[in-house]
């Protein structure tokens, strides 16, 4: 099995439009019960979480062990890392490291309520930092608030109902700061094409080593 360093992360992207990749028996029975959609993503992300970390890790696809329950946060065993799941609506975002961390996606075009949002769920110092943007500039950094939000959300297997409020990202956007459980978080923002992409990760010297898009 191929081993990596201690600080070794990595990222893809995958287009909803590629072909399925194998998954277990068991895997495919959940997705069997799903509608056709959700079936797809269901099946396209661990189709795809697996033959990429074959890929990784030289072990066969099926043989990864990748315990990922419908809704709930997916892990691995064996000690081979951590992984973290996103997806929108035409692409998913999967990320491994070494060390615990978390991942968002979202496409720049998502429609939602930017000011309702921020006037909602964000705090005082970044309603601050928002508050004389232009109406474009406003949106785009809500939306880039929101996914590094969610990804240290994913880190601590929290829940957006709970812990939103809760997440406060620093304007330069290199950090996150849990005002109840007084954790505080690494964070990167990566923007590519058509999506904004957010992490989360304890480790300060924990760097993206590689990102791949599978478009």
Request: hydrophobic share 40%.
């Given at each position: 099995?191929?081993?990596?360093?201690?600080?070794?992360?990595?990222?893809?992207?995958?287009?909803?439009?590629?072909e399925i990749k194998p998954i277990t028996e068991k895997e495919k029975k959940i997705a069997s019960k799903l509608s056709p959609f959700k079936?797809?993503?269901?099946?396209?992300?661990?189709?795809?979480?697996?033959?990429?970390?074959?890929?990784?890790?030289?072990?066969?696809?099926?043989?990864?062990?990748?315990?990922?329950?419908?809704?709930?946060?997916?892990?691995?065993?064996?000690?081979?890392?951590?992984?973290?799941?996103?997806?929108?609506?035409?692409?998913?975002?999967?990320?491994?490291?070494?060390?615990?961390?978390?991942?968002?996606?979202?496409?720049?075009?998502?429609?939602?309520?930017?000011?309702?949002?921020?006037?909602?769920?964000?705090?005082?110092?970044?309603?601050?930092?928002?508050?004389?943007?232009?109406?474009?500039?406003?949106?785009?950094?809500?939306?880039?608030?929101?996914?590094?939000?969610?990804?240290?959300?994913?880190?601590?297997?929290?829940?957006?109902?709970?812990?939103?409020?809760?997440?406060?990202?620093?304007?330069?956007?290199?950090?996150?700061?849990?005002?109840?459980?007084?954790?505080?978080?690494?964070?990167?923002?990566?923007?590519?094409?058509?999506?904004?992409?957010?992490?989360?990760?304890?480790?300060?010297?924990?760097?993206?080593?590689?990102?791949?898009?599978?478009?």
């Open positions: 099995m191929k081993t990596s360093s201690q600080n070794d992360s990595r990222l893809w992207v995958v287009s909803l439009k590629k079936a797809k993503e269901y099946t396209l992300v661990r189709g795809y979480t697996r033959f990429l970390l074959s890929k990784l890790f030289k072990i066969p696809a099926l043989d990864i062990p990748l315990n990922a329950p419908l809704g709930k946060p997916p892990f691995l065993e064996d000690n081979l890392g951590y992984i973290s799941l996103s997806h929108c609506k035409d692409s998913i975002l999967i990320g491994w490291s070494n060390n615990e961390l978390g991942v968002d996606i979202e496409r720049k075009d998502r429609s939602f309520c930017a000011k309702g949002i921020a006037n909602k769920f964000y705090s005082a110092e970044e309603n601050y930092f928002l508050k004389n943007l232009g109406d474009d500039v406003y949106r785009y950094n809500v939306l880039k608030f929101w996914v590094l939000k969610e990804a240290a959300i994913k880190w601590q297997r929290g829940n957006i109902a709970n812990d939103l409020s809760n997440w406060e990202v620093k304007s330069n956007f290199r950090s996150s700061f849990h005002n109840l459980l007084k954790i505080k978080l690494e964070t990167s923002f990566f923007e590519f094409d058509e999506w904004l992409i957010g992490i989360a990760y304890k480790n300060p010297e924990q760097k993206i080593k590689k990102m791949t898009f599978i478009i």
